[in-house]
């Protein structure tokens, strides 16, 4: 497996590569408010994923990921950089992750920007992200970070009792009793 078809695909990627050996947590499908009408007149807007770093030994920091699996979705971005810049801005680092490197051609990529394609089962940086001065993140921006989150570690839970149920019923049968 070396590219992704699908943004569940490429945000299981992003997680490993985010999560494994740093102190950063990952939260995909971040709203720009709560509720369905912002009161300052701004659409709502969904990003595909923010990382913040959590320990100060290891830098506090925003990075905002912009996931595109094919060419014509990276050029609507391009048309409509408003889009992103409802997130950008309070991201001290910005990342493009892509299935394929021709997806993005030379000159494409937004000053500052890093770019992560598929490799293998995970992701290469090939771009890296210019650190830049960020706006506080909004009070009801972080709420919605934190009920994703929530959600995310609820559905985690879930899953692992669900496997711990499914182990401890093939261990009864295998031993000849019964988890009843």
């Known amino acids: ?21 740093t102190a950063e947590i990952l939260v995909a499908g971040i709203r720009n408010q709560l509720g369905s009408a912002s009161p300052w007149g701004e659409p709502m807007r969904t990003a595909d994923a923010l990382s913040i770093g959590v320990y100060p030994s290891r830098e506090l920091m925003v990075s905002f990921y912009e996931v595109k699996c094919n060419r014509g979705d990276w050029l609507a971005e391009l048309k409509d950089p408003s889009k992103a810049a409802a997130f950008t801005r309070y991201a001290n680092f910005i990342w493009l992750v ?30 890296v992200a210019i650190r830049q001065e960020v706006e506080p993140m909004p009070l009801a921006m972080m709420a919605r970070m934190l009920v994703a989150d929530r959600a995310r570690t609820n559905e985690a839970i879930v899953r692992a009792v669900a496997i711990i149920k499914e182990g401890t019923q093939v261990l009864n049968e295998t031993k000849g009793g019964s988890d009843g």
Request: proline share 4%; net charge positive; charged share 35%.
């Open 98 to 127: 892509i299935p394929d490197r021709r997806m993005v051609h030379d000159g494409e990529l937004p000053e500052g920007w890093g770019l992560l394609v598929a490799y293998r089962d995970g992701l290469r940086r090939i771009t």
């Open 1 to 21: 497996m070396s590219n992704f078809k699908t943004e569940a695909e490429a945000i299981y990627r992003l997680r490993k590569h985010v999560q494994d050996g």
